[in-house]
């Protein structure tokens, strides 16, 4: 969703800060960008669209100087994208300016309340009704704390709020529901996430609900609703400066996928114990879950999908869940239940919401996670982390492929005892890392992308752990080509969505290996086949699909469990290469946002 920066100080260079705050922030939403900066007055710029945009209105407007600023990167809820809709937004005065990520519930009601006192707004949105009431109370006569901290009691709904005034050097700031960060380096800094603090401080401190935080130069105070100051112990920022940039490679996504290998590694170091069994931190060796519900949205939910498949093979009761209809029919939680968030960035509001909704009727939640302390990370109970690096793209590549192994890791030690079965995977997860290295570099996606990237639709099957992958395939394809793609269990084709297919229409089928699974897939590509759709094979060699294939895109023989990992690395290369072709906004998909903290 928003995305929000502030900073204090900073030795004459805010604007350059804020911008480079918004650029590592952008991909939580970019259809209007803004900042504002306190001096003797408050000057405010913003635009519809993306940075660029801003960047080249604040060249000519801005110099690069300020006490304080803030600055805002959108994803609209209320009111569509415009110059006006987009933040800061300040009271009628220009005394107080405030960038918002969440949504005001009872902004209607606040704003009629406010307009019957006299205040008049310049936007649609359910954020201005906070600097106005700020404005309100500053016109009562209380101080700019008393008055920032009376606005936001008067709020309902989520937020992370921060706020600066005119002659004033300070920034302030607080939340609920939506996350923020601070840090101290050359300024001192408040920001939605971790990302746009990367290169400024080491360091970064989570603020909690109903906390407030009142930054200047010489860094902040924090306090809770009671006012009374709050101290806490800083989270070691374990991402580089380098890791949040596209290094050589044209998109984030693309490098993202090119990561893989290196995020399996770091994702399986140090999680094995003696010989072949896996130790995790976040849980006590000999647990046994009595039941397994796994919470999750987008491609997360693909990954939980995987997951319960998994779980019940390793004799586990175990079902995914998404996130956003968990609440209006949760499953009973009996005595040993465990609820499973899996969730790349912790923020997705949906399954902060099934967490939540789990932990009051008395589960034990666990946080599958790639960002250390993320809100889903600290109100769980035990978190375990996917170890991914800093994600950027807006498509999810390489904590899908490590959320997979991470819920291996899980079932193979929730499930307990040592069998065969077991050490083969434990055996083929040491060499995933390879086997994805050498697909990256001998892939031949791009050429089979261009082929079919004038289609008028694409189909994704698969049977079994592979069908999760179709269900990924196709979003991932819909998601940066805006083209119209749909994943289906294989075998359920027949049952209606054959309709679909045409010789426009190509279909993309997952088979490994050769046993009945595999045996049965082939029968269904036929089918296919049959009605003229053209058929790409993602396979590793062993079945008879290459025979009558049009395409074949060729994976590394490995573990059955395994092998939907190197499929989906195709799939990603296929969709990237597709929207490559196509001309797409890669790393900014039309309508979309990485972290969506809205419900
Ligand atoms: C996938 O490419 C999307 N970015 C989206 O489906 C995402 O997986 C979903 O919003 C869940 O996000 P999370 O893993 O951060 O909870």
């Not at 009973?332 to 949906?350: F, H, I, K, M």
Request: hydrophobic share 35%; charged share 25%; proline share 3%.
């Amino acid at each position: 969703m928003c995305g929000i920066i502030g900073c204090a100080g900073d030795d004459g260079d805010m604007v350059p800060t804020l911008l480079n705050g918004l650029a590592k922030l952008e991909y939580r939403g970019y259809d209007s960008t803004g900042l504002a900066v306190s001096g003797s007055d408050i000057r405010v710029v913003k635009r519809e669209g993306d940075l660029d945009e801003l960047v080249g209105t604040v060249d000519s407007e801005f110099d690069r100087g300020g006490a304080a600023g803030i600055g805002h990167t959108r994803w609209s809820t209320h009111g569509k994208p415009s110059d006006e809709n987009a933040h800061p937004h300040t009271d009628c005065a220009g005394r107080v300016a405030v960038v918002h990520n969440g949504i005001i519930e009872n902004y209607q009601l606040l704003r009629d309340e406010l307009q019957s006192l006299g205040h008049e707004f310049e936007s649609e949105t359910d954020t201005e009704v906070v600097p106005h009431l700020i404005g309100h109370y500053l016109d009562t006569g209380l101080a700019r704390k008393d008055a920032f901290r009376r606005a936001v009691e008067k709020l309902d709904g989520s937020y992370a709020l921060a706020a600066i005034f005119d002659d004033h050097d300070e920034v302030m700031a607080t939340k609920k529901d939506s996350s923020l960060v601070l840090g101290v380096g050359d300024g001192t800094y408040v920001a939605s996430d971790v990302t746009a603090l990367v290169g400024h401080t080491d360091t970064v401190v989570h603020l909690h609900d109903g906390e407030f935080a009142f930054l200047t130069e010489d860094g902040y105070t924090i306090v809770d609703e009671s006012g009374t100051p709050q101290s806490k112990t800083g989270t070691e920022i374990e991402w580089d400066a380098e890791s949040v940039t596209k290094g050589s490679h044209d998109h984030y996504m693309r490098k993202e996928i090119h990561e893989q290998s290196n995020a399996l590694r770091e994702c399986l170091r140090d999680r094995f114990s003696t010989g072949d069994s896996v130790s995790l931190d976040a849980i006590e060796d000999g647990y046994r879950p009595e039941s397994v519900h796994l919470v999750a949205c987008g491609t997360s939910y693909h990954a939980a999908l995987y997951g319960a498949k998994l779980l019940r093979k390793r004799g586990l009761q175990a079902q995914a869940h998404l996130a956003s209809e968990y609440a209006l029919s949760p499953p009973p939680v009996r005595d040993g239940a465990l609820v499973v968030g899996v969730t790349q960035s912790g923020e997705t509001a949906d399954t902060l919401s099934a967490l939540r909704t789990a932990t009051a009727e008395g589960a034990r939640t666990l946080a599958l996670t790639n960002v250390v302390d993320s809100t889903a990370a600290r109100e769980c109970d035990d978190a375990l982390y996917i170890r991914s690096g800093p994600e950027i793209s807006v498509a999810a590549t390489k904590t899908f492929a490590s959320q997979l192994v991470t819920l291996v890791l899980f079932a193979l030690q929730s499930s307990g005892g040592s069998s065969d079965e077991a050490e083969r995977l434990v055996s083929a997860l040491t060499e995933l890392p390879e086997h994805v290295q050498r697909l990256l570099e001998t892939t031949a996606a791009p050429t089979t992308a261009r082929r079919f990237a004038d289609s008028s639709g694409y189909f994704f099957i698969g049977r079994g752990v592979q069908y999760p992958v179709a269900l990924e395939g196709a979003l991932k394809m819909k998601e940066i080509t805006y083209e119209h793609a749909e994943g289906f269990a294989a075998g359920e084709l027949k049952h209606g969505p054959l309709a679909l297919v045409t010789e426009d229409t190509p279909v993309f089928v997952s088979v490994v290996g050769d046993d009945e699974t595999a045996r049965k897939t082939v029968a269904n590509a036929k089918e296919v086949k049959a009605r003229g759709a053209p058929l790409v094979a993602v396979t590793d060699g062993v079945s008879s699909i290459d025979r009558f294939a049009d395409e074949v895109l060729t994976i590394p023989r490995t573990n059955r469990t395994l092998a939907p990992i190197l499929v989906n690395v195709q799939y990603q290369l296929l969709a990237y290469h597709t929207a490559d072709h196509l001309g797409r906004d890669i790393d900014k998909p039309r309508n979309l946002a990485k972290s969506v903290t809205v419900e």
